[in-house]
């Protein structure tokens, strides 16, 4: 009896042993993956949403500022994709889950970013940032017109309202556009914004055998006769008949 039971204490202990230095051994190893993926995932001083959507922000505040005297309300601004349209205004869009306030919406398509410089594409933001001023300030026309008071706000801003994007185009209508006026109010902004460091970040990812995004098509227009033609946006279509350069129109 004394004998078995020598011999079984030293298997008792021996386990035990092995067991808290097994414990011991297998906390070391599991806090180690620990700190080294903690630093793995340690994240970015600013995320791609923080830099995109803040500096989307921070150009509306400047044009607010610069262009409406700070008298526009707030609004959310989203990227979201609608055929044929570089951006867009949805009155009322969003409401609170608490306290029920609506808010307004100004959309920019980023597929349109695709071959338009930084100018062109915060253009965009301003036009309806027009639609916006209407909205509070104005007479908006109903079904989106683009009525002769938008078109007259339009003008006030540095932004000539065309149906073609070109000179000589329609300044009301149901679909329109706008090109930037030279020194105007709207590109002295702009060129404000640009100097303080500003800059836009992400486009639409280009699909492979495409010049732009989803929507690859645009809609080319003479200034003169009206005439229309489909093609990609990097094209220079010119229209026989009159000699001149066809514009694509991206509208708004």
């Given at each position: 009896?004394?004998?078995?039971?020598?011999?079984?204490?030293?298997?008792?202990?021996?386990?035990?042993?092995?067991?808290?230095?097994?414990?011991?051994?297998?906390?070391?190893?599991?806090?180690?993956?620990?700190?080294?993926?903690?630093?793995?995932?340690?994240?970015?001083?600013?995320?791609?949403?923080?830099?995109?959507?803040?500096?989307?922000?921070?150009?509306?505040?400047?044009?607010?500022?610069?262009?409406?005297?700070?008298?526009?309300?707030?609004?959310?601004?989203?990227?979201?994709?609608?055929?044929?349209?570089?951006?867009?205004?949805?009155?009322?869009?969003?409401?609170?889950?608490?306290?029920?306030?609506?808010?307004?919406?100004?959309?920019?398509?980023?597929?349109?970013?695709?071959?338009?410089?930084?100018?062109?594409?915060?253009?965009?933001?301003?036009?309806?940032?027009?639609?916006?001023?209407?909205?509070?300030?104005?007479?908006?026309?109903?079904?989106?017109?683009?009525?002769?008071?938008?078109?007259?706000?339009?003008?006030?801003?540095?932004?000539q309202p065309s149906s073609t994007g070109a000179v000589g185009?329609?300044?009301?209508?149901?679909?329109?556009?706008?090109?930037?006026?030279?020194?105007?109010?709207f590109q002295k902004a702009f060129r404000k914004l640009v100097?303080?460091?500003?800059?836009?970040?992400?486009?639409?990812?280009?699909i492979a055998g495409t010049e732009r995004g989803p929507n690859?098509?645009?809609?080319?227009?003479?200034?003169?006769?009206?005439?229309?033609?489909?093609?990609?946006?990097?094209?220079?279509?010119?229209?026989?008949?009159?000699?001149?350069?066809?514009?694509?129109?991206?509208?708004?």
């Amino acid at each position: 009896m004394t004998d078995n039971h020598t011999a079984i204490i030293p298997t008792i202990v021996g386990r035990a042993a092995g067991e808290a230095c097994g414990s011991s051994q297998e906390a070391a190893m599991a806090r180690k993956p620990r700190r080294s993926y903690e630093r793995k995932i340690k994240p970015p001083n600013i995320t791609p949403t923080e830099a995109e959507y803040t500096g989307m922000q921070r150009a509306f505040d400047h044009l607010n500022v610069e262009l409406f005297g700070g008298m526009l309300p707030v609004v959310f601004l989203t990227y979201r994709a609608r055929a044929n349209s570089a951006g867009y205004f949805a009155p009322d869009r969003f409401t609170g889950r608490v306290d029920k306030a609506g808010r307004h919406e100004i959309a920019l398509n980023a597929d349109a970013f695709v071959g338009r410089t930084d100018e062109q594409i915060i253009s965009t933001l301003a036009h309806e940032m027009v639609h916006l001023w209407q909205r509070a300030f104005g007479t908006p026309a109903s079904r989106g017109y683009h009525n002769r008071e938008w078109s007259l706000k339009m003008r006030t801003i540095g932004l000539q309202p065309s149906s073609t994007g070109a000179v000589g185009g329609r300044e009301t209508g149901q679909h329109m556009t706008h090109y930037v006026v030279p020194d105007g109010p709207f590109q002295k902004a702009f060129r404000k914004l640009v100097a303080s460091g500003w800059k836009l970040n992400l486009q639409s990812t280009v699909i492979a055998g495409t010049e732009r995004g989803p929507n690859s098509k645009v809609k080319f227009s003479c200034p003169r006769c009206h005439a229309n033609a489909w093609g990609k946006p990097t094209l220079e279509i010119t229209c026989t008949p009159c000699g001149v350069e066809m514009p694509a129109e991206v509208l708004s």
